[in-house]
């Protein structure tokens, strides 16, 4: 079983500044009539993220990961332990002018324009008037979203994946250092959540560093440096994916073949079943394809054999018998 001290420790390089640092965080909150129930949404919590890491929170619904950002943000404050942001208490008013926010679920005056949220988001950060009109035609091309939208249509006419696109815009106005979003894939399809991701590649590239939650294990596995997985408050595992999944470069292949018998000398474990022929692949994956093209077989699939995130973050949940829905 993998838990947090069995993975292998990465060392912080004494050239990678921390950006996050978390220590021993705790938040309990109070509910019921009499505010006599306790409910612990973080539990001794201790994280570090460094500078330029695209670090990937992952947990089931209600796991806190939405609370953790908000300790960081300073929108709401620990019951006990301690939190840094670029070297500065939470909650410093110049740290917070060199970070971007993304909500889940964010409000916008659904009577502006994208044009005006942007403006309005620049005035925040007192973003002179001479730079707003190039950084915001700057970040209309970054997101995706048609500029002649942006400056006519209300936002009560726009399509969720088009309000994530302005919602991501607002969060990158101030050229921020640090990146947060919550759930930035939520509730969009395929093609927006291809853009969004794009978009986070680009800012990875750019040096920014990034923390998001995310439940779309896929897209997780896809963008992050490192990631974390967070469950009752708890924080279950740490690490690269390398470090949590392997990093084995050794393929399973699936072929369709009449001759299967021309299979022998590259996959190793070689099966037959309902027409197919599998096995584990040993040599040059592209002389491979060459060959079985020359015998006029059909690849039915090539994938590492390593596990998947996914089924990863599903088995450290039912080790510790957390329940999932799927």
């Known amino acids: 079983m993998n838990t947090l001290t069995d993975l292998p420790t990465e060392t912080n390089s004494p050239n990678r500044m921390t950006i996050v640092e978390v220590s021993n965080l705790n938040k309990v909150y109070r509910s019921g009539f009499w505010l006599n129930r306790k409910i612990a949404s973080l539990k001794n919590f201790s994280l570090n993220v460094y500078e330029g890491e695209t670090f990937g929170m992952l947990g089931p619904n209600g796991a806190g990961k939405t609370t953790l950002l908000k300790i960081l943000l300073g929108i709401t404050r620990p019951t006990s332990g301690k939190a840094f942001l670029l070297g500065k208490p939470i909650g410093d008013r110049k740290v917070k002018q060199r970070i971007g926010y993304l909500p889940e679920n964010a409000y916008y005056y659904n009577f502006l324009t994208g044009w005006e949220i942007l403006e309005f988001t620049a005035g925040?950060?007192?973003?002179?008037?001479?730079?707003?009109?190039?950084?915001?035609?700057?970040?209309?091309?970054?997101v995706g979203l048609d500029?002649?939208?942006?400056?006519?249509?209300?936002?009560r006419q726009y399509?969720?994946?088009?309000?994530?696109?302005?919602?991501?815009?607002q969060a990158l106005i101030?050229?921020?250092?640090?990146?947060?979003?919550?759930?930035?894939?939520?509730?969009?399809?395929?093609?927006?959540?291809?853009?969004?991701?794009?978009?986070?590649?680009?800012?990875?590239?750019?040096g920014k560093t990034?923390?998001?939650?995310?439940?779309?294990?896929?897209?997780v596995e896809k963008i992050c440096?490192?990631?974390?997985?967070?469950?009752?408050?708890?924080l279950?595992?740490?690490?690269?994916?390398?470090?949590?999944?392997?990093?084995?470069?050794?393929?399973?292949?699936?072929?369709?073949?009449?001759?299967?018998?021309?299979l022998k000398d590259w996959l190793d474990k070689l099966s037959y079943e309902n027409d197919y022929w599998s096995g584990e692949l040993q040599g040059n994956i592209c002389d491979f394809i060459n060959t079985v093209d020359k015998i006029n077989g059909k690849i039915i699939s090539i994938n590492l054999t390593r596990g998947n995130l996914e089924d990863f973050f599903i088995r450290q949940l039912k080790e510790r018998g957390i329940e999932f829905s799927r």
């Open 124 to 142: 925040l950060f007192q973003i002179p008037k001479s730079i707003q009109k190039k950084r915001i035609n700057e970040l209309l091309d970054l």
């Open 147 to 155: 500029k002649n939208s942006a400056c006519k249509k209300q936002l």
């Open 159 to 169: 399509s969720k994946g088009m309000v994530q696109r302005i919602g991501m815009a």
């Open 174 to 206: 101030n050229d921020p250092d640090v990146v947060f979003l919550d759930e930035p894939m939520s509730g969009l399809d395929p093609i927006g959540r291809f853009q969004v991701r794009n978009i986070i590649l680009l800012l990875k590239k750019q």
């Open 210 to 219: 990034i923390f998001f939650n995310s439940h779309i294990l896929a897209d």
């Open 225 to 234: 440096d490192r990631i974390a997985i967070l469950a009752r408050g708890e």
């Open 236 to 262: 279950l595992c740490v690490g690269s994916l390398d470090s949590i999944l392997g990093t084995t470069n050794s393929y399973q292949v699936v072929v369709q073949t009449e001759y299967g018998d021309k």
